[in-house]
């Protein structure tokens, strides 16, 4: 088992910044590439940004490409997400999951609860 919480959520203006951190217990941290997801209300849980386990690969949704940039630290057994220039449509709650290089929600196994992030105009 991995239990993931995340933290660093809250109010900021458009064209702000915000850092998430996903801390990570239980089984071995390093051996699991780690996603950051998100749902809107209303809408379906989107992809934003996977690392492998060593981080030497990452890639990104379109909607966030140039604007997010995941990292993970496996000493710290965490996983960041820096978000620069936001935009009100950025408004969802934000998870991080552990699993599989993938841009796909079923290929990843640990899901933390999720942090809100709203974007103000």
């Known amino acids: 088992q991995v239990q993931l919480v995340e933290s660093g959520g809250g109010l900021v203006q458009a064209g702000g910044s915000l850092r998430l951190s996903c801390a990570a217990s239980?089984?071995?941290?390093?051996?699991?590439?780690m996603g950051w997801f998100r749902q809107a209300p209303g809408k379906e849980r989107e992809f934003i940004a996977t690392?492998?386990?060593?981080?030497?690969?990452?890639y990104y949704g379109d909607s966030v490409k140039g604007r997010f940039t995941i990292s993970r630290d496996n000493a710290m057994n965490t996983v960041y997400l820096q978000m620069n220039s936001l935009k009100p449509e950025d408004t969802a709650v934000y998870y991080c999951a552990a699993g599989l290089t993938s841009d796909t929600p079923g290929e990843y196994d640990y899901w933390g609860q999720g942090t809100q992030v709203t974007v103000s105009l």
């Open positions: 239980g089984r071995t941290f390093s051996g699991y590439a």
């Open positions: 690392i492998s386990w060593g981080g030497s690969t990452s």
